[in-house]
């Protein structure tokens, strides 16, 4: 709490609540020192919200690490429930579907340029990996092996 003591003597400036100041001082002098005990104050307030927001981001990741060492399903559970945010209605599904349904529907021609052709060529050698059976008993054998 700010307290302002009008006979204060000159070196109490070791507290930092109390703005000090004499009968000398004119007006203009005691609103400057207002305003710049008013920024420290301001600056000082900005700085634990700060430190706030990194410890809540930091706590929230550590325990999002934890839970992805212990149960892997309830933390990618927990991601998938919608945050609270007061952001307003969802969007017409209708307006969603045509928006996207416009970008993917239409045929796009890249041109990335003679370098593909370069690195192509460069590794034309190379063997294409043979391709990969995943039968019905490799996931269950999968599963069986993962928590829960």
């Known amino acids: 709490m700010l307290q302002v003591r009008q006979y204060q003597p000159k070196d109490c400036a070791h507290r930092q609540d109390v703005v ?3 009968k000398r001082l004119s ?4 609103m400057q020192k207002l305003t710049e005990r008013i920024d420290d104050l301001k ?7 700060k430190r706030i927001q990194r410890y809540t ?19 990618y559970k927990s991601l ?7 952001t307003g209605p969802a969007p017409n599904q209708a307006d969603t ?10 045929p796009v021609n890249h041109s990335e340029g003679p370098w593909t052709e370069v690195v192509a ?3 034309a050698s190379i063997r294409p990996m043979d391709p990969v ?13 993962a928590p829960n």
């Open 43 to 49: 600056q000082r307030i900005t700085a634990w919200g």
């Open 57 to 75: 981001e930091r706590s929230t990741r550590f325990n999002q690490n934890r839970l992805f060492q212990s149960d892997q399903k309830r933390l």
């Open 20 to 22: 000090c100041w004499d």
């Open 133 to 145: 059976i995943i039968t019905p008993d490799d996931v269950a054998e999968a599963v069986r092996r």
């Open 97 to 106: 579907v045509a928006f996207w349904r416009g970008l993917w529907s239409e």
């Open 121 to 123: 060529s460069q590794y």
């Open 80 to 86: 998938e429930r919608p945050m609270v945010s007061g």
């Open 27 to 30: 007006q203009p002098d005691i």
